[in-house]
């Protein structure tokens, strides 16, 4: 899923977030980082097909931060 920016974001770095924030994960196969929720079934790399089925084993991916307040800020595409 892509997102467009409609403000300014806060990006929390270093630090997880409640479950339905966006958060940038970084795949640990490909290195590509994307934007996901956290309180999705499986999470997936959009570049690889590297993919976690749950929050708790994201061996995968290495969480890089999260954006605060998102809702309101951004739209799905």
């Known amino acids: 899923m892509s997102y467009i920016n409609r403000g300014r974001e806060r990006i929390q770095f270093d ?3 409640n479950d ?7 795949c640990n196969h ?3 980082e994307f ?3 956290m309180n999705i079934q499986k999470i997936k790399c959009s ?3 590297a993919a976690a ?3 708790v084993d994201l061996s995968d991916f290495k969480v890089i931060g999260f954006i605060e307040n998102h809702q309101g800020s951004e739209m799905a595409c």
């Open 15 to 17: 630090r997880k977030g």
């Open 20 to 26: 339905q924030d966006l958060h940038i994960l970084e």
């Open 30 to 32: 490909c290195e590509t």
């Open 35 to 37: 934007r996901t929720p």
């Open 47 to 49: 570049h690889c097909s």
């Open 53 to 55: 089925n749950s929050k």
